[in-house]
């Protein structure tokens, strides 16, 4: 079992950036894929951004490319997203979650997740 908790959330102007942190606690002394995903309301949750922990291999959804950064302190057990030039369309719930053991499904599924952090951007 993993639990992930989430924080940083926020309101902020277009334009400003947030860094959302996510403290894992439980069983995390195994590789897996750990990412963050959204979601707003009518819509399907979206993957944004995936690590892995033993590597720097990261992926990212296209509209999130160059704005945002997905990094890791094992040492700490925290993930985090760095959202920079946040834009209205980036508000949503942004959940933490984690994946598999070693690359089980890849850097999109994921099995462990927290309660969510609320993000909004205004214009």
């Known amino acids: 079992q993993v639990q992930l908790a989430e924080s940083g959330g926020g309101s902020v102007q277009a334009g400003g950036s947030l860094r959302l942190s996510c403290a894992a606690s439980?069983?995390?002394?195994?590789?897996?894929?750990m990412g963050w995903f959204r979601e707003v309301p009518g819509k399907e949750r979206e993957g944004v951004a995936s690590?892995?922990?033993?590597?720097?291999?990261?992926y990212y959804t296209e509209s999130v490319k160059g704005r945002f950064t997905i990094s890791r302190d094992n040492a700490k057990n925290t993930l985090y997203l760095q959202m920079n030039s946040l834009k209205p369309e980036d508000s949503a719930m942004y959940y933490c979650a984690a994946g598999p053991p070693r690359c089980g499904g890849g850097p999109w599924v994921m099995n462990y997740w927290g309660k969510g952090t609320l993000v909004t951007i205004s214009s």
């Open positions: 690590i892995y922990t033993d590597s720097d291999n990261t």
């Open positions: 439980g069983y995390t002394g195994i590789s897996r894929y």
